[in-house]
Nanobody, 117 residues
Framework: QVQLVESGGGLVQAGGSLRLSCAGS????????MGWYRQAPGRERYLVAR???????DNDGSVTGRFTISRDNAKNAVYLQMNKLEIEDTAVYYC???????????WGQGTQVTVSS
């Protein structure tokens, strides 16, 4: 079973940038479509960016033009570059493998992103 560990979150002012990392251990992620999800207080977790095993990417409209997902299969890692951060981006961010309409692995602890005005 793959274990996922997210890192890179923090407190940043609106307009700033952060780069999140997701490290997988236990098995390779290279054959998985991967996604970054976020969950704000009182709201459901949802997918904001995805990258297929072949490297194609797609974003939720709320982050298009600001967030970029990438992966490094040699490091068994997935990244989320977040630019032009907005207060509405404040949330806990998680990564996971996408399997149909579901996710494949247990959730990690996530990484908190807080954007201040």
């Amino acid at each position: 079973q793959v274990q996922l560990v997210e890192s890179g979150g923090g407190l940043v002012q609106a307009g700033g940038s952060l780069r999140l990392s997701c490290a997988g251990s236990g098995s390779t992620l290279r054959f998985d479509d991967m996604g970054w999800y976020r969950q704000a207080p009182g709201r459901e977790r949802y997918l904001v960016a995805r990258i297929t095993s072949s490297g194609s990417t797609d974003n939720d409209g709320s982050v298009t033009g600001r967030f970029t997902i990438s992966r490094d299969n040699a490091k068994n890692a997935v990244y989320l570059q977040m630019n032009k951060l907005e207060i509405e981006d404040t949330a806990v961010y998680y990564c996971n493998a996408i399997q149909g309409w579901d996710t494949k692995y247990s959730w990690g602890q996530g990484t908190q992103v807080t954007v201040s005005s």
